[in-house]
């Protein structure tokens, strides 16, 4: 026994036993959040409850089942229910969605089990997901098409028909209203600001006053061509509506316009179902959020996370690398070199709101607000380049993630041998050729490592974003279609800051915790597959210079 724990082999396998144990539980934090997360776009079956409540009032419900607990009988009583059974006893209630906002207040309820009187699923039932107020519950039983009132049993075949096309008109008005009335609102913002500037060069004449003018009064000719366009969309689109009888018995119209599907979870095979969860979760990942980030989307805070982090990384890496090379290559052994490393080390281990402080008043205060009165005084005193915006966040998380560029990059260095410097030296290159031809080829695994921690770790802040960019909801991506095209002074949304305002910001808890595990898992999907490219990338780079290692 003496010998087997001297051999190091318990510490070999406790170790291994270790490393096996992390990975278990992180492999299953990552199911339960993908569970949770992507079984919210299954659609549910749609009861139809008879209940009774303490007075002995019945009244009817209709909703999906969103989740149940057992509840001990004496914490009821206690809220004020009555019960003739055992006070030890567990009674089941059921967190019901009912949605149909606008009639009954809150889209959530609790249902004890003992106050059912009954539990049926109808096939007529549907669920109509709506732009606002949520999703609306009921029988449709007729359509309103342009004016005239039709049985739902003679047009039924044809009600999604009716729905997709106002889908797709309110589609085409508000890509109008982003793409060509945008365009046409800010070319006429910056013709203010080349009028104004004008004015403080003491450069207006009369003859540019008239240009101006004149270019003025074409844009706003456009604009009211679109706008009546656009109004005429809206319109088309609002012309029908569907008649729905909701659980208070009573029938609404609702507007076509405002719906973006229905569907009839009831009638749904195994497939269907299917079906529905990947256009669920494709419309969550393409489309933009609604309802205070409690519904809808999340394409603009995947497309900001992503574009911030390439970003980060174009910024990080050459600084990062440069950096690393002075220090191995031509920075002399001495007390400073070592303190700059020491320096370097221990930047990795400053808190990352520092950093956000930094940015923010470094970034944003300083250089933005000197970059604003240096090249956009016509548009002070609203700031262009001196507000948080997506260049200070990549900026400011490019100094936060460099000092693993520069340690992976430098351990990547030290491990090429000195024999392979003064061979090319010995064969006449110069040392800028050899750095550039062999040094940086064989070291870019390495850099490729860092990055790759770099990436992993600026994808998941939120902290200092706060401070330097990120936003709850950004009305424009940081990429259009109106030059420069790349607007780098923009806000943006976030996958991590999403998380935090739909987990702890949010109006309606209930509707926003599936939110959170989808919103999780698809910012973990999205590191991992940054990583993975890196990862390929330096694998490729791997093998393409192995060849300069003998």
């Known amino acids: 026994m003496g010998k087997w724990f001297k051999s190091g082999s318990p510490w070999i396998w406790m170790t291994g036993g270790a490393v096996s144990i992390s990975l278990i539980a992180v492999l299953g934090l990552l199911l339960l959040i993908a569970w949770r997360g992507l079984s919210y776009f299954w659609p549910a079956d749609i009861y139809q409850w008879e209940v009774v409540d303490q007075q002995g009032k019945r009244s009817t419900i209709i909703g999906e089942i969103y989740d149940k607990e057992e509840v001990p009988t004496e914490r009821l009583i206690a809220a004020g229910h009555k019960f003739s059974e055992d006070p030890g006893e567990l009674v089941t209630r059921y967190l019901i969605k009912t949605g149909n906002r606008e009639f009954v207040g809150l889209d959530f309820r609790w249902v004890l089990e003992t106050d059912i009187l009954s539990r049926t699923t109808p096939i007529d039932l549907a669920k109509l997901e709506r732009s606002k107020n949520g999703d609306f519950f009921g029988y449709p039983i007729a359509i309103i098409e342009d004016g005239k009132r039709l049985a739902l049993d003679d047009v039924e075949a044809s009600f999604e028909e009716h729905i997709e096309r106002a889908v797709a008109l309110s589609d085409k008005a508000t890509t109008l209203q982003k793409r060509e009335i945008g365009a046409v609102n800010y070319a006429l913002e910056n013709l203010r600001l080349k009028e104004r500037r004008y004015e403080l060069d003491n450069a207006l004449t009369d003859s540019r006053k008239l240009e101006l003018q004149a270019e003025r009064d074409k844009l706003q000719a456009d604009y009211k061509i679109l706008e009546k366009a656009f109004f005429d969309l809206r319109a088309e689109a609002g012309r029908d509506a569907v008649i729905v009888r909701d659980m208070r018995g009573e029938e ?35 489309a933009d959020p609604r309802e205070a980030n409690t519904e809808g989307g999340v394409f603009p805070a995947i497309f900001g996370t992503v574009f911030m982090v390439l970003l ?24 400073i070199t070592k303190m700059i490393r020491i320096a370097v080390i221990n930047l990795a281990g400053v808190p990352s709101i520092v950093y956000g402080v930094f940015g923010l008043g470094f970034f944003v205060y300083m250089l933005g607000g000197s970059i604003d009165q240096l090249f956009y005084p016509e548009a002070l005193p609203a700031p262009t380049y001196g507000s948080p915006g997506v260049i200070w966040s990549a900026l400011t998380l490019a100094i936060l993630t460099l000092p693993v560029v520069i340690v992976s990059t430098e351990e990547g260095l030290s491990r090429i041998p000195s024999s392979v410097r003064q061979g090319s030296l010995a064969l006449g290159a110069t040392k800028a050729e050899t750095l550039w031809r062999i040094i940086i080829p064989m070291a870019s695994p390495a850099i490729m490592t860092g990055l790759i921690l770099a990436v992993a770790r600026a994808a998941g802040e939120v902290a200092p974003l706060m401070l330097v960019g990120v936003v709850k909801l950004a009305p424009t991506l940081p990429i259009d279609m109106n030059f420069p095209f790349v607007h780098l002074e923009r806000k943006f949304m976030h996958l991590g800051f999403h998380i935090y305002d739909v987990g702890f910001q949010s109006p309606n808890v209930e509707a ?30 791997r093998e393409k210079y192995r060849s300069l290692e003998h």
């Open 252 to 286: 609404v119209t609702l507007k076509l316009d405002s719906i973006l599907g229905v569907t009839y979870s009831n009638r749904l095979g195994v497939l269907g179902k299917l079906g529905h969860w990947f256009s669920g979760v494709g419309n969550f990942v393409s």
């Open 312 to 335: 980060m990384a174009v910024i990080v890496t050459p600084f990062g690398v440069v950096a690393a090379i002075y220090l191995h290559e031509y920075a002399k052994k001495g007390p």
């Open 512 to 541: 926003a915790r599936p939110l959170v595990y989808a919103t999780s898992f698809l910012l973990v999907s999205v590191i991992v597959s940054l990583n993975l490219t890196a990862i390929a990338v330096r694998n490729h780079l």
